[in-house]
């Protein structure tokens, strides 16, 4: 894993609910980590978006344990990202803290009821794409999540843009189209996050999306933080 700048990453999540990490995966890791999909045995399930409204495309979750790599990824990415999220929580007058350790966050969300893993990959072909939608699985939910890109643009692919919108109080949506490269990673809001305006912090709601891909074949894994119900 790349080394992080972790005050940049914060600074754009403060600014715009994103941020990319660039290289955070090499080549070498995004084909490996993509071949991963042809191995029914390491998911737990299997979703077709189209049969339930979520788009056009698949995308398998992954059973515990997880694949080594991805648990140790998993882990050393929310340490710093909860430090982030206490901070985003503490200008929203939200009294959730979430601890320095994720093993000690999943025992939170699995005494819970919340005991099945969220880490994913997700592909799309021609043609497919993802509406916009919120990852939140149960009552506990995280407030950061990591889409890595594990497919070579203008390579494997076209299309396929990484989409958010921020729905602000009593304005129109904004949106954010986020360019990334094999092996970036996108770092982004999952529901809410803080704003600052003229008469002090407010939040705004947060949706992410792909857009349609044009060409090719395109594989994205997703690290959720919260596991699901």
Not at 64 to 91: E, K
Not at 160 to 189: I, K, N
């Amino acid at each position: 894993m790349t080394a992080i700048d972790w005050d940049s990453v914060a600074g754009e999540l403060d600014a715009y609910g994103c941020a990319v990490i660039p290289g955070l995966l090499s080549a070498q890791d995004c084909v490996a980590a993509s071949a991963l999909y042809e191995r029914p045995a390491l998911f737990r399930s299997r979703v077709v978006m189209q049969r339930h409204g979520f788009g056009r495309g698949e995308y398998q979750y992954f059973a515990y344990p997880l694949p080594a790599p991805l648990a140790a990824l998993r882990g050393a990415l929310y340490g710093p990202l909860a430090a982030i999220a206490n901070r985003w929580h503490a200008l929203l007058r939200i009294e959730t803290r979430f601890p320095q350790r994720h093993e000690d966050y999943l025992a939170r969300c699995h005494a819970a009821g919340q005991a099945r893993p969220t880490p994913l990959i997700l592909r799309y072909r021609e043609g497919d794409y993802n509406c916009l939608h919120q990852d939140l699985y149960g009552e506990l939910v995280f407030p950061l999540q990591v889409a890595v890109l594990m497919s070579a643009p203008g390579l494997d692919f076209e299309g396929g843009e990484f989409v958010l919108t921020e729905q602000r109080p009593r304005m129109q949506s904004r949106a954010e189209v986020v360019p990334l490269g094999q092996g970036d990673a996108v770092v982004f809001a999952v529901n809410q996050r803080p704003v600052q305006g003229t008469r002090g912090v407010y939040r705004v709601a947060m949706r992410h999306g792909v857009s349609r891909l044009r060409r090719g074949t395109r594989h994205t894994m997703g690290i959720i933080f919260h596991d699901a119900t």
